[in-house]
Nanobody, 119 residues
Framework: QVQVVESGGGLVQPGGSLRLSCAAS????????MGWYRQAPGKQRELVAV???????RYADSVKGRCTISRDNAKNTMYLQMNNLKPEDTAVYYC?????????????WGQGTQVTVSS
């Protein structure tokens, strides 16, 4: 059993910053990749940023230069530092962990954390 838990969301004013955290726990042999996705009301879930086991990163164009993804491999924890937040960043942010466990390779999602950017 693998659990993925996000934290760090909240209400922030435009131009502000937030740091999201995501922890994957359970009987994990290794983490292949971890990523952040978001879903705004009435829209499809979209990629925000992803980092693989080799520390290669990919960002959505809409957040490049404003967001930085990082990982603590020893803790299977990932972070998303978001700066200069805009109202259009308002969404539920989901963490995805692509991991290897005893029975194979699987992808797990967290429950999501709300980020609201508003004055």
């Amino acid at each position: 059993q693998v659990q993925v838990v996000e934290s760090g969301g909240g209400l922030v004013q435009p131009g502000g910053s937030l740091r999201l955290s995501c922890a994957a726990s359970g009987n994990i042999f290794s983490v292949r990749a971890m990523g952040w996705y978001r879903q705004a009301p009435g829209k499809q879930r979209e990629l925000v940023a992803v980092m693989n086991s080799g520390s290669s990163t990919r960002y959505a164009d809409s957040v490049k230069g404003r967001c930085t993804i990082s990982r603590d491999n020893a803790k299977n924890t990932m972070y998303l530092q978001m700066n200069n937040l805009k109202p259009e960043d308002t969404a539920v942010y989901y963490c995805n962990a692509h991991v290897i466990i005893i029975s194979g390779e699987y992808s797990y999602w967290g429950q999501g954390t709300q980020v609201t950017v508003s004055s």
